[in-house]
């Protein structure tokens, strides 16, 4: 026994008890104590010098606390933290994201006529991520399609030549699809041969390029027939994916968790590098 813990004590002070500090992650579902809400993270952001959290709630209300104490996440009381600093890219030494050795001390070149047309803004981000500082150093742009419905009419405006070729990368190229007619018919266009080349991967959409394990899954959850393959991913995952933003938040979530090549499927990396070959060899 200690006696020296004898004498006259305040009972009613609380006893200081240490909550967990979590940083906050898009898609966890919070409580905010004071006033009852109950959301999933959408957004964090500073505002007036400090962080800010938008928690939506499953009616598609948002509102926006201080980060701090006065949280519950899965009924514990937590410290909620800005979030946590990305780890940096796991890319060896003088090389590129892509692999490639990195070409030290010079500048980007001016973009060149030749371009790189994908299908939508998440292939373009993708390829950007992964073969930015490639493009760069050769001066070739990327550029989202947003389909490739009208793809015969955009190439023709284009006018590909000798000295203006482009590479196009399809979602879902496959034998006897809509893509791979659309692909022929542009192909048979006059101008088109030796100056335009069409690849494409097997994938309903470029977010199957990145590889299950890299997200920490076994595979690619199938989404019922009927749905739209996004907005199912991101339900099957439990991420918020009733809007555009959860989409987009959905993606960028994704897109984080790819550092280099070696994150992406070969059947993907295999046509990028044969665009890029195209575009930069005489």
Same mark, same amino acid.
């Given at each position: ?11 009613? /002070? ?7 500090? *979590? ?12 006033? %009852?809400?109950? %959301? /999933? ?16 709630? &499953? ?24 979030? #946590?600093? &990305?780890?940096? !890219?796991?890319?060896?030494? %003088?090389?590129?994201?892509s692999?490639? *050795? =990195? ?9 060149? #006529?030749s371009?790189?047309? *994908? ?6 981000? $993708? ?10 150093v ?6 989202? @399609?947003?389909?490739i419905?009208?793809?015969?009419? !955009?190439? !023709?405006?284009?006018r590909?030549g000798?000295? =203006? ?24 266009s ?6 335009? $080349? ?5 994938? +309903?959409?470029v977010?199957? /390029?990145?590889r299950?394990?890299?997200?920490? +899954?076994?595979?690619?959850? /199938?989404?019922? =027939? %009927? ?8 339900? #099957?995952?439990?991420?918020?994916? !009733? ?5 987009? @938040?959905?993606?960028?979530? $994704? ?6 090549y070696?994150?992406?499927e070969?059947?993907?990396?295999g =046509? ?11």
């Open positions: 026994m200690d006696y020296q813990n004898w004498g006259p004590r305040d009972m009613s /002070a609380p006893v200081r008890a240490e909550l967990p500090e *979590v940083p906050v992650e898009r898609g966890m579902v919070l409580e905010d104590v004071q006033s %009852g809400w109950v %959301g /999933a993270v959408t957004r964090v952001e500073k505002s007036g010098g400090m962080h800010v959290v938008a928690l939506e709630d &499953r009616r598609g209300k948002s509102r926006s606390f201080r980060l701090g104490f006065g949280f519950l996440l899965e009924g514990q009381a937590i410290r909620l933290m800005p979030p #946590a600093p &990305r780890a940096a !890219a796991n890319v060896p030494a %003088g090389r590129t994201a692999g490639s *050795v =990195r070409v030290e001390g010079q500048r980007a070149q001016v973009a060149k #006529a371009r790189i047309w *994908v299908e939508g803004k998440h292939d373009a981000e $993708l390829v950007e991520k992964v073969w930015g500082d490639d493009l760069r050769e001066g070739i742009v990327v550029e989202p @399609l947003h389909g419905d009208d793809l015969a009419a !955009a190439v !023709a405006d284009f590909p000798p000295s =203006r070729r482009l590479g196009v990368l399809v979602d879902h190229l496959v034998p006897n699809s809509k893509e791979s007619r659309i692909a022929d018919a542009v192909m048979a006059p101008g088109a041969a030796g100056n335009v $080349l069409i690849v494409g991967h097997p994938y +309903i959409d977010w199957q /390029a990145i299950p394990a890299v997200l920490g +899954i076994d595979r690619w959850p /199938a989404v019922p =027939r %009927g749905q739209d393959w996004k907005t199912g991913i991101l339900k #099957a995952f439990g991420w918020p994916h !009733a809007t555009k933003e959860d989409v987009g @938040l959905g993606w960028q979530k $994704l897109l984080g968790a790819v550092r280099t070696a994150d992406l070969p059947s993907l990396l =046509r990028v590098e044969e665009v890029i070959d195209f575009l930069t060899v005489p």
